[in-house]
């Protein structure tokens, strides 16, 4: 069946850094990716939605220039939290959707500490 | 806002129990309603896409029904096992193919 492969799956990072988290559809076209974040005993909230070659569409309340996404191709998204700070501690997944079959598949998630 | 609720928020059964969790979402401009699986450190597992009221599929023990016009699906786990210890999903697709979450209800089977 169809595969997201997201990485890293946890990171640890120091405050005012950046940290670059990517998904990748393995065994399909992902023409759209969608990007989620959840803190604890919160619902998986939508951040984004990116289409492959064109400008991600954010969410009401979602900073684009802290949250910068690129879809480059149709087998790579990536999310870059910019300048992080401990409020960006969060964790993270994508989806992406297959056209053919008109699923969504996630990736396993990444968790982001920022100290 | 669109909000997608889910009940209980967790669950502990035991080994052999029947069970089930409830989503409500909104009645008005349904598109589909998805239930996922999802399991520590694992991606989100899709068990089922119900579009149609009345709706009602079966996967192995588990089956779902779907209620448009009421706003509400229920998820049901027949004679439950440890394997099915996961915190269950459900998600209303809106236009623009966004997927709204519930908050989950995290089920935990005793043995």
């Known amino acids: 069946g169809a595969v997201v ?18 998904c990748r559809s393995l065994d399909f076209q992902a023409t759209t990716m969608f990007w989620y974040r959840q803190f604890p005993k919160q ?4 951040m984004a939605t990116s289409n492959e070659g064109s400008k991600a569409t954010y969410e009401q309340g979602v900073e684009k220039d802290k949250f ?14 910019t300048s992080a700070h401990p409020e960006d501690s969060s964790f993270y997944i994508c989806s992406a ?3 053919t079959s008109y699923g969504y598949t ?10 | ?33 998805h239930w996922y699986r999802w ?16 709706d009602e599929k079966k996967k192995g023990r588990i089956s779902a029904t779907l209620n448009t016009k009421e706003g509400y699906s229920y998820l049901y ?35």
């Open chain 1, 5 to 22: 492969s997201q990485h890293p799956s946890w990171v640890i990072c120091k405050s005012g850094t950046s940290v670059k988290i990517e």
């Open chain 1, 43 to 46: 619902s998986l909230m939508l």
């Open chain 1, 68 to 81: 910068l996404i690129n879809h480059a191709s149709l087998t790579l998204s990536t999310l870059t939290v």
């Open chain 1, 97 to 99: 959707r297959d056209l």
């Open chain 1, 106 to 115: 996630f990736g396993s998630g990444t968790r982001l500490t920022v100290v």
């Open chain 2, 1 to 33: 806002i669109l909000n997608v609720e889910q009940s209980p928020q967790s669950l502990h059964v035991q080994e052999g129990d029947s069970t089930n969790f409830t989503c409500s979402f909104p009645s008005s401009n349904f598109y589909a309603l």
């Open chain 2, 39 to 54: 399991e520590t450190a694992k991606s989100p597992e899709a068990l089922f896409v119900m579009t149609l009221n009345g």
């Open chain 2, 77 to 111: 786990i027949k004679g439950s096992q440890p394997e099915d210890s996961a915190t269950y999903l459900c998600a209303f697709l809106k236009q623009g193919g966004k997927l709204i979450f519930g908050q989950g209800t995290e089920l935990s089977v005793k043995p």
